[in-house]
């Protein structure tokens, strides 16, 4: 950790809440959908879809109310009811108007770092709606700029660095996935602290052969200074 420079935040399930509402939305989807299906095969559709079109729509609320909207239409075998479609579209307004929740520790964490490195959020998911999230969150003048990257593979942390002009072992990120935010990180030779979120996406879950022990894991995000 001597040789860090730059510390990049995760903004999702890192900084503030975020899967929550995907969870509460697809809950939300299940019951509008219950006549045309049960709840089990509605929330695997609508993964199957939604994970299908992460290629063309990306990561963010938009692509997913899209996924709902398309899921809902094959499953009701294009008989849905026009005001289905209107309240899927209505919960990704809700979802892209919540509040902002701040995760326990996150501004305490950010006045410690701010003036001994460079801070960074290195996050992905849709551009407007993440610079609109920073700009609501009250912390947005903690980093010295937001990189919103279409995913979060190796080759997209090596255009990051590259970016940053630095070493990758002078770049320390840390987030909630261990898929997006850690295991990338170790490949290229930089560093990575996981804060585990008590909800993870499916998609970001990864199997026990995937973990190793390059990384540190903590409970809660102010127990990352110890560490540096």
Known sequence: ???IKVIAFDADDTLWVNETFFRNAEKEFAKLLSGYETENKIHQELY????DNLAIYGYGIKG??????ETAVELSNYK????IIERILEIGKEMLEEPIDLLDGVVEILQELQGKYKIIVATKGDLLDQERKLEKSGILQYFHHTEVMSDKKIADYLKLIKRLEIHPSELLMIGNSLKSDVLP????GASAIHVPFHTTWIHEQVSNQQKNDSYKTVSKITDILPLL
Do not use: A, D, P
Request: a positive charge; hydrophobic letters at 50%.
């Open 185 to 188: 990180l170790l490949e290229i």
């Open 64 to 69: 997913f109310v899209l996924s709902m909207i």
């Open 80 to 83: 849905i009811n026009q005001k």
């Open 48 to 51: 199957k879809k939604h994970i």
């Open 1 to 3: 950790m001597t040789k």
